[in-house]
Structures are given as C-alpha cells and as structure tokens.
C-alpha cells in the first residue's frame, strides 16, 4: 500500500506541475472606485464638452438668421431703390420735356420777343390787367437778357 500511496504522491505532484493553475486576477474595492472616479470625470467632461458644442452650435444659428435677416432687409431695400430709381427716371424724363419746352419757347421768344411781349400786353383785358402783364414782361425781359 505504501507504494499505491507513494504512486498516487507522484502522479498528483505531477499533475499539479503539468496542470497549469489559473491565477485570479481579482480587483480590489479601491481599485473600482479608483476606476468608476476616472469614469464619473470623464462623464462630467464629455458633458462639459457636449455643453459648449451646443452653445457654440447655438450662436451660429443665431448668426445664420440674423445674416437670413440683414439679407432679406438689403433685399427689401434694394428693391425699394429700383422703385425710386424707376420713379426719377420717369420724373427726369418729364422735366427733360419740359426744359425742352422752355428751350423751344425760349427760342421762339428770342426770335419773336417784342411780337410776343406786344401780344401779350394786348391781350390785356382792363387798365389793372394791363399793367399786370407790364410787369411780368419787364421780369421776364430782364431774366432773359440775365
């Protein structure tokens, strides 16, 4: 029996050499709280950043519509000025008319004054009116001659 015994001995021995033994790789409690404090600050981080890419994301749509605004109000503006622009091209075409007018009487009356002025001084129907009209030719004679 000694020797099943001394047998068993040399087998086992060998078996426990052989057999390799798992190690426990076990973690302490300080070692997950070490951990789950790392953790917890990379959250607060990740939220912090989280928070100001929001914010900045914020204030360029802010920016966006205001630029959308100031657009739309030069648009508005600038169609406003193709009105008014419209509006002086049709006043000076008027006003191109009627100096054109004034020219060609003012031509005529250089040719034509005194028949004119005689005219119109005739035309007079009473004393009153008479030297009304004495006056306006005497104005526009000395204008003219300005």
């Known amino acids: 029996m000694k020797k099943i015994i001394k047998i068993v001995l040399i087998i ?12 426990v790789n076990a973690k302490t409690l300080k070692e997950y709280k070490n951990e789950l404090t790392k ?14 890419k929001k914010a900045s994301i914020d204030s360029k749509r802010n ?9 739309a109000e030069n648009e508005t503006a600038v169609e406003e000025a193709k009105i008014k622009v419209a509006e002086s091209e049709e006043a000076i075409k008027l006003k191109t008319k009627d100096m054109e007018n004034v020219i060609d009487m003012l031509q005529y009356t250089n040719n034509n004054t005194n028949g ?24 526009i004679a000395n204008y003219t001659k300005e």
């Open 12 to 23: 086992s021995i060998i078996t426990i050499n052989l057999v390799p033994i798992n190690q």
């Open 39 to 52: 953790l917890e600050s990379q959250v607060a981080e990740n939220k912090r950043i989280t928070a100001s």
């Open 63 to 71: 920016a966006i519509i205001e630029a959308n605004n100031t657009i």
């Open 116 to 139: 004119i002025y005689y005219e119109y001084l005739l035309g007079a129907s009473t004393i009153t009116d008479l030297m009304e009209r004495q006056g306006v030719v005497e104005q």
